[in-house]
Every structure is written in C-alpha cells, then in structure tokens.
C-alpha cells in the first residue's frame, strides 16, 4: 500500500536571511499549493469555439497552521508584524516555501480542551515546492 504518514510535518520560518527556526507543537496544515492560472479568452469573430490562453497564477492565500498552545511560542509568534521567510517540510523531504505575514488567533476554547492557536500566514510569493532555502 502505498502512503506516507503524516508525522513529522514541519513548519519553520526565517527573518532577513537568517537560518530556519522550526516551530514546535504544530497539530495541523492547510492545503498548500499556487491556484490554477487563470484563462484569458483570446477568442476573435471568426473562431468556431472559444479559445484561451493561460495567464497567470495566483498564490495570494491566507494559510492557516494550528498549534497546540505554549506561551513562548505564542508570543514570539505574536509580536512577529514583518514578512518573512517560511517553509513546511514534508516526512519524504519535500518542502514547500514561501514569504507571507503571520497574524496569530486563539482558537475557540471550551471545558476539558486542550488550548490551541492558529498562526495564518498571508502568502506574498509564489509556492516553490523543494526549494532550496
């Protein structure tokens, strides 16, 4: 069968052209990708069928990675307002990278929960999948 588990997912970040800090307690990623390009309709009067060519692509997205809750790592995270430099690495070695802003939430919290935030980062580039970063 063929598969990968999903364990030792990382997320890790970089200000300026520092090294990679990676976050600890992360508990679950959103989907990561660029959109499709968008089609340009470059029909004209004569053409039997409508014609397209592709234009360009889109990876503005906000991505929205829950942790389980440490107070460091919060308020480092929450004190973060500049773009920067992130990465997720998948268990296989693919990563993808990208540069984004983060905003920080608290979660929704209720009796005998664990207290978790969610860290979204609003993507500013495109996403480059095994990156060298």
């Known amino acids: 069968m063929a598969g ?3 364990k030792g997912i990382k997320l890790s970040y970089a200000t300026g052209e520092g090294t990679f800090t990676e976050l600890t307690n992360l508990m679950s990623i959103p989907e990561i990708g660029n959109a499709a ?3 340009i309709d470059v029909t004209v009067l004569a053409d039997n069928v409508k014609k397209s060519i592709a234009g ?4 503005a997205q906000d991505l929205a990675f829950q942790f389980l809750y440490e107070k460091a790592q919060f308020q480092s995270l929450a004190a973060m307002t500049a773009s920067c430099k992130w990465k997720v690495e998948m268990p296989d070695g693919v990563n993808a990278t990208f540069d984004g802003t983060p905003s920080i939430k608290f ?3 209720s009796p005998n929960a664990a207290l978790t935030y969610t860290v979204t980062i609003g993507v500013e580039s495109e996403i480059l999948f095994n990156a060298a970063a």
């Open 107 to 109: 979660d929704s919290a």
């Open 37 to 39: 390009k968008e089609m």
């Open 56 to 59: 360009l692509g889109d990876s």
């Open 4 to 6: 990968i588990l999903t």
